[in-house]
Structure formats: C-alpha cells, structure tokens
C-alpha cells in the first residue's frame, strides 16, 4: 500500500485482515454500555461554481444548479440550528464532518458547533473538491489545510478523516496515520471499531454508516422520515443487544439540508428521545470512542487478527 | 498522477457565500415575521399548470413529467393534459371548500390554448404566476441570453393580455436557472421567483437590475418529490405535510411566522384515488388555529426586506 500508482490492478484493497462475527475480544465501553452512539452531523460548503475534477462532477447540471446548490445551502441558514437544538435538548454532543472551508464561509455555524462541545473532523476542504486524481503532495496539502484550518478556527487539533465526498486514493489511510490521524470514517465493514493496515503507526476504523445516513435513507432508499425514523431505531436495538457480548459502534451521520427540513425533524427527535432514555447507550463522540479503543482494545484486537489466517 | 495546481486553489474562499447573489443569513437570528391576523404558519399553496408539447426540444434540457416513449408520446401527452383538464378542477374544488386562496404558476400556452381556465382561476380569486411559455421553454446556463429574455418577456406579456395583470411572481421549470434569470427576472419587473429551496422563509437577492425576493419553493414538500420521486403514497404525503405543520406551528411560537410551501401538480394530487386526502390535508389545515392560507404575493408581501 501507500506506493502503488492510481490504477493498477488491485483486487484486495489490503486494508485490514479478515475478522469474523465470531468470538471476538470483548469491547467494554465506559460505564459497561453495550453501544456507543455517535452522532456525525455533516457541516458542508459546497461550491456553486467549482472546478471540474477529471473523474468526477460536482453537478449534474450546467452552474449554477439552483435546486442542487440551494438545497445544501439550506443546511446553513436553517437546518443546522434546527437539528443542532434538538440534539442538545437530548444530550448528544455532535462530531462534525466538516468542509474545513465552511470555517472561512460561515464561521458562525462552526462556533456555534465548538460552544455546544462538538467535535470536529475533516470531510476535507469543501465537498466540490475531490481527492481522485491528486498526487501525494496534494493529498497531504489538504489534510494539512485541514489541520491548520480546524485549529486556528475553533482550537481543536482534529483527529479523524472522513474524504471528501468519499472519495480516496491508495494511499490515503497511510497519510492519515502518518500525520497523526487516529481515525477514519471510510470504511464499512464493521459494527466495531478495528486497526487499518498503515505503513506506520496505528489507524482506527471507526463505524461510520452508508446505510443508516440520512441521505441513503431519504436518497436513496426513499424512505418517509418516519420510516427513517423507525429504521434507526432497529438499528439502535439490534446493535444494543449484540454489544452485551463486545460493545458496538451506531453512528447517525447527519446532513442538516435533510433531516433538519420540517417535515423530518419531528420524528428525528423521537429517535433521540427513545435513545436518550433507553440507558444503555454510551452517548459520545467518535474521538472519545477512538481514544478508548486504542487504549484498552487496539492491541488485542490487532493480536486477534494475527491468528492464522482461515480465509 | 496529479490534478492542475488550480484544482487546490480556492479564490472564493472568503467570508459568507461563494457568489455575490445573497448574503448568508440565519432564519433563526432574523427578527420575528408577523403575518396579517397573527397568524404563525402561513400555508403557500403553488399549483403548476403545465403544457408539454408533444415533440420535446431538449434545449437546454428536457422537463420533468415530459415525453418519455418514442414519437409520438400518447401515454405521457394524454396524461398531463388529465391534469389540466380534470385533475386541476378537483383542486379548485379542493380549494374552494376550505376558502384558500392560492398561486397558479401558468405556462403561457396554456392561457392561449385553454383561456376558459384562467377565466375560471380569476374568478376564484386566485393568483396567475408566470411559469415560462410551455414545457419546452426551460432555462439553464447556455441558453442565449436574448432567447432567456424574450423567453421571460413572452410568458409575462401572453398572461398579462389573458387576465389582464403582469404577474408579480415566476417559477421556473425544475427551479432551473442560468446565471442570468435572477437579473432578467429583476428587469422585466417580477417581484419574486420561487426557485431556490434554500429557507423557509422568503428573503431579497440583489441583482444589477435590482431586487427580486425569493420564495423558497420546498422542492422536499412538493407532491413530485414525495408522491413521484420517492414514491411515497397519499397518505404518507398527508402525514409529512401534517408533521411538517406541527414542527414550524411550534417554532413560529417562539420565532415569529413560518412558512409551509406546497407545491401540487394536477397530474399527480389531482388523481380520483389521491384527492380525497388532500382534501381532508387541507380541512386538517384550514382547522389549525394558527393556519394562514396564502397566495405568494401575500406572503412576500408580508415579509420585511
């Protein structure tokens, strides 16, 4: 990994080892939760009128794209307040995805998201720029910008990545490790937290999630909010009950210009409430999450995968 | 490999927005909105009234609910003209049982080819707006701009000889815009267009010809999304539309008024087994206490700039 060109023949991304459901080292999360429960509200800034990236449009309409554009700039002026307030009023402390350059754009939405105690990541510099394409100094340019920008906006030293627009090279989880990175929100194939292969250092998998995020379930699985509503919470049950024996991960990723338009706020707060007063759930942020793996899992959890090999 | 230097360039990374055509703001910093009777929920009811030629010119891009089969398109052709000339007088109907007065957003073409509809909208008391000359006539950037004034001039001349009012507001097909419609929109005298979804609550552009104010025409509540796109039923649509109620009825008890556009389409609500719960939707809302059926003018006209 981390060396090979932008298209080779890669069959096995080799990100991490094969691990089954089975018996596995117990997580234990704080307070001897069975279920940690992040939610990440997506804080972004798409552009109007970006620069085309060779392998990927921004809009699938000429610029501007008025519904496109104006509907994620709904996000700004309306929803994030929404959904932000409903989410204090249950106690959830959000992890942000941001587009670092919302910092810059709307500095008042990213310190309103640091004075309620939010965390924040990077979802890279706007979700318009994508990294297909880039070499490794570029790359590394925008996570640096990212770093820097984070820092000097709100304090924080970001310690997680989630690429822009999900869009990766090869040697992205190397860089990540590399610049002090401790968790990626990239990848999908666990309900737990889990090393990823890093040429140096030690990189954490944190669950994020394509099929629960708002925008699978009103994009692309067509779904009312109440069924959306109702699919979160299977989510949440099945998940509670499975952690008894090693905890498990639920993220709620957010999109504000979605689950804040009035007709879904509703039924998102019952989804909040029902959590909130279930008691088992380890309500946190995915930093806290990471932090607590690497200290009291990450290695045996790396020594289970050193068993031999069934695959 | 690598991408051109430019691509890691951000010239308009700046402070507010990345265009010069609104000011960023937030709903909930703005002072309180009072609509007429102290009302908090103001119902904005958009009915699309829609001509689709049957040979589609695809330029600049071919508009939803149009010609899908090879020519000639029976199925699609005979279905949008139902809505015209059935599905839409169960609306009126719908309307005129709970007393809404609400905003048709006309197609030229169709003042010229049915005026006994408009007739009949006049006298009801609802208002005409311009929605562009038929379902041919859409707008995105690349199309000329003497064509996209002329195209804009036409609707609004056609409807103003048909009822005799230059309509104050516009809807675009698909909410599609170029760069130039705010400003030619702005310098043929419309008052508001209805395209960006990007509030609840209406707010002023600027453009170099003036100010146009922008209703923000929820493209998530209109019937084509949830009936058409996401395939929802009827009654879904009520309960959205019901919840949807409930959550800015309570926000505007403490935030001032709040806004519910709706966008219908004859062809779509206006179908025997969809009307009967629109209908009772819109006993539901006309039995809110805090409910304000209104046109577009009367809501932009309610809100300071």
Redesign the interface.
């Known amino acids: 990994m981390g060396t090979t060109p932008q298209n080779p023949v890669v069959n096995d991304p080799g990100l991490y080892d094969f691990r089954p459901y089975r018996d596995r080292h117990p997580i234990r999360w704080p307070g001897d939760k069975p279920i940690a429960v992040w939610i990440s509200p997506n804080l972004e800034f798409y552009e109007i009128d970006p620069p085309a990236n060779p392998f990927r449009k921004s809009w699938t309409k000429p610029h501007p794209d008025v519904v496109g554009y104006s509907h994620r700039d709904y996000a700004n002026r309306v929803g994030h307040w929404r959904m932000a307030e409903v989410m204090e009023r249950h106690g959830f402390k959000g992890t942000v995805s941001l587009s670092v350059a919302l910092c810059q754009h709307h500095p008042e939405v990213v310190e309103n998201a640091n004075a309620l105690g939010w965390e924040f990541f990077s979802h890279g510099i706007y979700n318009t720029r994508y990294t297909y394409g880039m070499d490794e100094a570029q790359e590394r340019a925008i996570m640096e910008d990212s770093i820097r920008t984070v820092r000097e906006a709100t304090g924080q030293r970001i310690r997680g990545w989630l690429a822009p627009a999900l869009t990766h090279t090869t040697r992205t989880m190397d860089l990540l490790a590399e610049m002090g990175f401790t968790y990626t929100c990239d990848l999908y194939h666990d309900d737990q937290p889990g090393p990823v292969h890093v040429s140096e250092g030690r990189l954490v998998s944190m669950p994020y999630s394509l099929e629960v995020n708002d925008h699978y379930g009103f994009a692309v699985y067509n779904m009312s909010p109440r069924e959306y509503a109702d699919t979160l919470i299977r989510q949440y049950e099945r998940l509670a009950r499975e952690g008894e024996a090693s905890g498990t991960v639920m993220c709620i990723p957010l999109h504000s210009y979605l689950i804040g338009q009035p007709h879904r706020i509703g039924p998102f707060e019952e989804v909040l409430r029902h959590i909130a007063a279930d008691g088992r759930a380890w309500i946190t942020r995915a930093g806290d999450i990471a932090q607590h793996f690497l200290a009291h899992d990450y290695d045996a959890v790396a020594a289970e995968t050193a068993r031999p090999a069934a695959e | 490999?690598?991408?051109d230097p430019?691509?890691?360039e951000?010239p308009?990374?700046?402070?507010?927005?990345?265009?010069d055509l609104y000011p960023?703001?937030?709903?909930?910093d703005r002072p309180a909105v009072r609509w007429p009777g102290g009302k908090g929920v103001a119902v904005s009811i958009v009915v699309s009234l829609e001509w689709f030629p049957l040979t589609p010119a695809d330029k600049?891009?071919r508009a939803p609910g149009h010609m899908q089969t090879p020519f000639p398109d029976y199925r699609h052709y005979t279905s949008r003209d139902y809505g015209t000339r059935v599905g839409f007088y169960r609306l009126l109907d719908s309307f005129a049982a709970v007393g809404a007065k609400v905003s048709v957003a006309v197609n030229a073409a169709i003042a010229q080819r049915y005026p006994a509809v408009i007739s009949e909208i006049i006298a009801a008391g609802h208002e005409i707006i311009a929605h562009s000359t038929d379902m041919n006539g859409t707008i995105?950037?690349?199309l000329d701009e003497e064509a996209e004034r002329a195209l804009i001039g036409t609707s609004l001349d056609v409807l103003e000889q048909a009822t005799g009012t230059r309509p104050a507001g516009w809807l675009?097909i698909?909410?599609?815009?170029?760069?130039n419609t705010p400003r030619l929109l702005a310098e043929a005298g419309v008052r508001y267009m209805c395209?960006?979804?990007?509030?609840?609550l209406p707010y002023a552009m600027q453009t170099p010809a003036g100010d146009i104010m922008n209703l923000?025409l929820?493209?998530?509540?209109s019937d084509r999304q949830i009936v058409n796109?996401?395939?929802?039923s009827a009654d879904?649509y009520v309960?959205?539309?019901q919840?949807?109620?409930?959550?800015?009825d309570q926000?505007s008890r403490t935030h001032g008024g709040?806004l519910?556009p709706l966008q219908v389409t004859p062809y779509i609500l206006g179908l025997p087994y969809r009307i009967d719960a629109f209908d009772g939707l819109l006993r539901w809302l006309k039995d809110q206490d805090n409910s304000w059926f209104a046109t577009g003018s009367e809501v932009v006209g309610a809100v300071p700039r």
Do not use: C, K
């Open positions: 490999m690598s991408l430019s691509y890691l951000y308009r990374r700046r402070r507010g927005m990345d265009h960023w703001s937030n709903l909930f600049p891009f995105a950037t690349g675009s698909a909410r599609s815009q170029s760069w395209d960006w979804v990007n509030d609840d923000p929820s493209h998530e509540l796109v996401l395939q929802q879904s309960r959205q539309i919840d949807a109620y409930t959550w800015l926000e709040r519910l």
